[in-house]
């Protein structure tokens, strides 16, 4: 950032008084402008034993699958976000049943709240941002084409849940480099 949003001054990066972190702040109004974390909204869409995931038609990592995610909107809560995301990329109706997992990749600065969402019914199609959607049943995922370490690691412990019987909250902080699978 060179230069404030509010008055158009060039800004400074320091440690404000009273804070502990450096930011960009602006040289005349002294404005303090926050450089924090991007909140991705996603859903694990569910009908009878499957779950619903979307071939990416944009970049980054066109053609890849994926479950709908993406970031929030102002003015949405975050289960919004996710049935949004999921009506937007699948044309798939969801009621969320719970929060599945809190997944931080400080490297890049998001954090993923994933949910599990039971689809009203099994009617789906591609949205714009979607070359394809389908319903996958767990051991059809396919991994080697998913679009994002991230997904991957939601999917890899939603399958561990399922195949113990019993979900529960996961809280992770990823590294920057996660193993495929």
């Not at 991007?38 to 970049?59: D, H, S």
């Not at 195949?163 to 909250?169: R, S």
Request: with cysteine; aromatic share 8%.
């Amino acid at each position: 950032m060179n230069y404030c949003s509010h008055c158009g001054a060039r800004v400074t990066q320091k440690v404000p008084l009273g804070d502990n972190l450096p930011r960009h702040v602006c040289n005349q109004c002294e404005l303090i402008h926050y450089h924090n974390p991007k909140i991705v909204a996603g859903c694990i869409p569910e009908w009878e034993n499957q779950i619903l995931l979307c071939r990416r038609a944009i970049e980054p990592r066109l053609g890849l699958w994926t479950f709908p995610a993406g970031f929030m909107e102002i003015g949405e809560s975050t289960e919004q976000a996710a049935v949004r995301e999921t009506k937007e990329e699948a044309q798939a109706d969801v009621a969320i049943t719970a929060l599945y997992a809190v997944l931080s990749l400080p490297h890049i600065g998001q954090v993923y709240l994933v949910f599990r969402g039971r689809m009203l019914t099994p009617i789906c199609e591609a949205g714009s941002e979607s070359l394809e959607v389908r319903l996958f049943p767990l051991i059809a995922i396919p991994w080697k084409e998913m679009a994002f370490p991230v997904v991957s690691e939601a999917l890899r412990r939603y399958v561990d849940d399922v195949t113990n019987g019993q979900f529960q909250l996961h809280l992770a902080s990823l590294p920057d480099r996660l193993p495929s699978y």
